[in-house]
């Protein structure tokens, strides 16, 4: 067990639909990141977050959004969706954004778009 | 187009069998890991290399970063069937930049 929590750990939508990802960093841990992992692409960084402000941004489309909280959980918004975005979502926190930082990943979210 | 890429892609071995698996970019990397995911896991950390040139040892598995940080390899001697995985590298260009990971070496060992 990472520490690191995500919910839900499944779900199924419609295409067009929205969802919402939410994950809790570990305790003490500032930096929070989302990747997609599906198997044509690998994993692929989405964006980073460190003590609630956007400090890096991956390939994520204009239809995600992200935020992190004041409690320092992080929320991905998935909106319009499509067939493509099915795939693994994960979360992984680290204390900070040091070189070399071990970054903790979750167990993360399997979402299918029907 | 992967910023790093990693082969094989796939690698089947027998139980006792040595292996490497590769992590190659034309990119300078400030610091570059290796993990291993399991399925319906998260990637779990295995090591971080930092400095070029970089050998590390842990248990049954070494890993060196390359002298100009533009590559690394990952050696399992003797591997078990509790290696089986996926085996990913991810690299960062600079302190604040963002993870790239690549699309991972699948490691089967059949006992």
């Known amino acids: 067990d990472s520490g690191v929590t995500q919910t839900p750990k499944h779900l199924i939508t419609a295409t067009g639909q929205r969802v919402t990802l939410r994950c809790s960093p570990r305790s003490g841990d500032l930096s929070v990141y989302w990747y997609q992992q599906s198997l044509d692409q690998g994993l692929q960084f989405l964006i980073q977050y460190y003590n609630g402000e956007e400090r890096a941004k991956g390939n994520i489309l204009e239809r995600f959004s992200a935020q992190q909280f004041p409690d320092l959980h992080s929320e991905l918004n998935l909106s319009s969706l499509e067939l493509g975005d099915s795939a693994l979502y994960f979360c992984?926190?680290?204390?900070?954004?040091?070189?070399?930082?071990?970054?903790?990943f979750g167990p993360g979210t399997r979402l299918l778009v029907l | 187009t992967q910023l790093l890429e990693q082969s094989p892609q796939f690698l089947s071995i027998q139980e006792g069998e040595n292996l490497t698996v590769y992590c190659n970019s034309s990119s300078v990397f400030s610091s570059l890991q290796w993990y291993r995911q399991e399925p319906g896991e998260g990637p779990v950390l295995l090591v971080t290399?930092?400095?070029?040139?970089e050998v590390k040892k842990l248990k049954r598995l070494t890993f060196q970063f390359g002298d100009a940080r533009k590559d690394s390899s990952l050696h399992i001697t003797a591997a078990q069937p509790g290696d089986t995985g996926l085996y990913l590298c991810?690299?960062?260009?600079?302190?604040?930049?963002?993870?790239?990971f690549g699309a991972g070496t699948q490691v089967v060992v059949t006992p």
């Open positions: 992984a926190s680290s204390v900070a954004n040091r070189v070399g930082e071990t970054q903790y």
């Open positions: 991810a690299g960062r260009t600079d302190s604040w930049g963002k993870f790239q």
């Open positions: 290399v930092v400095t070029g040139g």
